[in-house]
Antibody
């Protein structure tokens, strides 16, 4: 069974940090661009960050540039998002997802900045 | 930053056909924007229905199809079922940035 499982969410004060993880099973992430996507309560989806297959290319939405860092460990089949200088407006469910032919999503992890 | 536009809401009758569209304030949407379509039901994570304009995943019901039409990306649902009631989001690529549309709430009634 293919799964993406996010972890690391929680309650943090403004200015604080959190590290989200995404563990994949049932498929290998090394062949996929991987994304972090968030959804604020009652709102739509917002792309946060992407990383290419070998980690050499990373892209971010403007609102998180300089604060968030995406990384991956293909040997561990996992993805991470380091979030620093968190703001109230970063409050959301954070999903990891694989792009293109894989197309899998995790169930999300809730980050509350308050 | 690019803005991606979708119909806020649409209604389709059971068994009917509906087309959801995805436009951009930067101009016509072409295959080069690699449009994606996602379905999200209440309380659930999104799932990818369509990638790269018209490619389906193994779990995508055959009644869904993707295209680029009239300068917009389109998701067509032919033979709507009650379980298709959901929010639908498109996503376009601009260079390497991804931008989601605001979503379309589809009612099957």
């Amino acid at each position: 069974e293919v799964q993406l499982v996010e972890s690391g969410g929680g309650l943090v004060q403004p200015g604080g940090s959190l590290r989200l993880s995404c563990a994949a099973s049932g498929f290998t992430i090394s062949t996929s661009w991987m994304d972090w996507v968030r959804q604020a309560p009652g709102k739509g989806l917002e792309w946060v960050a992407s990383i290419n297959e070998d980690g050499s290319a990373k892209d971010y939405v403007d609102s998180v540039k300089g604060r968030f860092t995406v990384s991956r460990d293909n040997a561990k089949n996992s993805l991470s998002l380091q979030m620093n200088s968190l703001r109230v407006e970063d409050t959301a469910v954070y999903y990891c997802a694989s792009e293109y032919i894989n197309g899998h999503w995790g169930q999300g992890t809730l980050v509350t900045v308050s | 930053q690019a803005v991606v536009t979708q119909e806020p809401s649409l209604t389709v009758s059971p068994g009917g056909t509906v087309t959801l569209t995805c436009g951009s304030n930067t101009g016509a949407v072409t295959r080069g924007r690699y449009p994606y379509w996602f379905q999200q039901k209440p309380g659930q994570a999104p799932r990818t229905l369509i990638y790269d304009v018209d490619h389906k995943h193994s779990w995508t019901p055959a009644r869904f199809s993707g295209s680029v039409l009239g300068g917009k990306a389109a998701l067509t649902l032919s033979g709507a079922q009650p379980e298709d009631e959901a929010d639908y989001y498109c996503m376009l690529l601009f260079d390497r940035a991804r931008v989601f549309g605001g979503g379309t709430k589809l009612t099957v009634l």
